[in-house]
């Protein structure tokens, strides 16, 4: 199975800031790569698919980058309503294999 | 509208069997994928497995091939997990979503099973 390596697992932030969270992936997966997003009590809800295709209705300021082994979400502005976990997903091969998730908190 | 509905809470004991569903509406249930996923308390999402409805093309992953079935009834567009007997540790919230790139939700069924 492919594994996926999120980092950092959490992190504190303020309103207006720029967070990057990183993907790697054990094996080389091409642009195979969603993320997600989840907050408490919620089922998780798809940002960016394919390494950096936004999903329909997903403000501009979330962006996807990377192939390969590599990955990054960036939030170019956090906003009040991004504080939630992320997760990368990778969709090359079966199974399918999630990051272990980041926390974004309030500073 | 695309909808995955969840079947509701189930609380059970250790031993017992169980099958919870997730009936699709809004698109063509059979020639989409559909998966599980699961959240254990406090922890993160854990993929489980995916079927494709039409012929019932079945992937699992391996922590959890032989320890639940995932089944469909294109009848009712409507996809399964079942357990031939529950233990402690599938106590969790369990998500099924549509796409082999998951990007519809069902809204959860919390599984919760004690001796």
């Known amino acids: 199975d492919i594994q996926m390596t999120q980092s950092p697992s959490s992190l504190s932030a303020s309103v207006g800031d720029r967070v990057t969270i990183t993907c790697r992936a054990s094996?080389?997966?091409?642009?195979?790569l969603s993320w997600y997003q989840q907050k408490a009590g919620k089922a998780p809800k798809r940002l960016i698919y394919?390494?950096?295709s936004l999903q329909s209705g997903v403000p501009s300021r979330f962006s996807g980058s990377g192939s390969g082994t590599e990955f990054t979400l960036t939030i170019s502005s956090l906003q009040p309503e991004d504080f939630a976990t992320y997760y990368c997903?990778?969709?090359?091969?079966?199974?399918?294999?999630f990051g272990q998730g980041t926390k974004v908190e309030i500073k | 509208e695309v909808q995955l509905v969840q079947s509701g809470v189930e609380v059970k004991k250790t031993g017992e069997s169980l099958k919870i569903s997730c009936k699709a509406s809004g698109y063509t249930f059979s020639t989409n994928w559909i998966g599980w996923v699961r959240q254990m308390p406090g922890k993160g999402l854990e993929w489980m497995g995916i079927?494709?409805?039409?012929?019932?093309?079945?992937r699992y992953s391996s922590s959890f091939q032989g320890q639940v079935t995932i089944s469909a009834d294109k009848s009712i567009s409507t996809a399964y997990l079942q357990w031939s007997s529950l233990k402690a540790s599938d106590t969790a919230m369990y998500y099924c979503?549509?796409?082999?790139?998951?990007?519809?939700w069902g809204q959860g069924t919390l599984v919760t099973v004690s001796s």
């Open positions: 997903l990778q969709h090359n091969i079966y199974p399918r294999t």
């Open positions: 979503a549509r796409g082999a790139v998951p990007e519809y």
């Open positions: 094996q080389g997966i091409r642009k195979d």
């Open positions: 079927i494709y409805p039409s012929d019932s093309d079945t």
């Open positions: 394919a390494a950096s």
